[in-house]
């Protein structure tokens, strides 16, 4: 069956790092676009970053521009978020997904997701 387990996050200071991955499994991972989201409480999930099936191409919303990288590695089925320069505002539960095509910054394109690993930024 398909599986995305996420893993990577914890507490960190202001200022500080983290690397999310996300191991896929059950399908066949370099023919979907992956996306990260993620959730804060008492809010609804948004989009944080995707990339396309090859890596070529990915997108971020404005609030983490120049902030974080998503990429992946097809070989190992895995996907990652490099999330640099935290900020408290960054604490929420981060999700990785897979859908078959990317047409915006929408969970609609999503089919499969994952259970969700917890970030907190302290500041």
């Known amino acids: 069956q398909v599986q995305l387990v996420e893993s990577g996050g914890g507490l960190v200071q202001a200022g500080g790092s983290l690397r999310l991955s996300c191991a896929a499994s059950g399908f066949t991972f370099s023919s979907y676009v992956m996306g990260w989201f993620r959730q804060a409480p008492g809010k609804e999930r948004e989009f944080v970053a995707a990339?396309?099936?090859?890596?070529?191409?990915?997108y971020y919303t404005d609030s983490v521009k120049g902030r974080f990288t998503i990429s992946r590695d097809n070989a190992k089925n895995t996907l990652y978020l490099q999330m640099n320069s935290l900020k408290p505002e960054d604490t929420a539960v981060y999700y990785c997904a897979a859908g078959k095509y990317y047409t915006g910054p929408t969970l609609n394109d999503y089919n499969y997701w994952g259970q969700g690993t917890q970030v907190t930024v302290s500041s």
């Open positions: 990339i396309r099936w090859s890596g070529s191409r990915t």
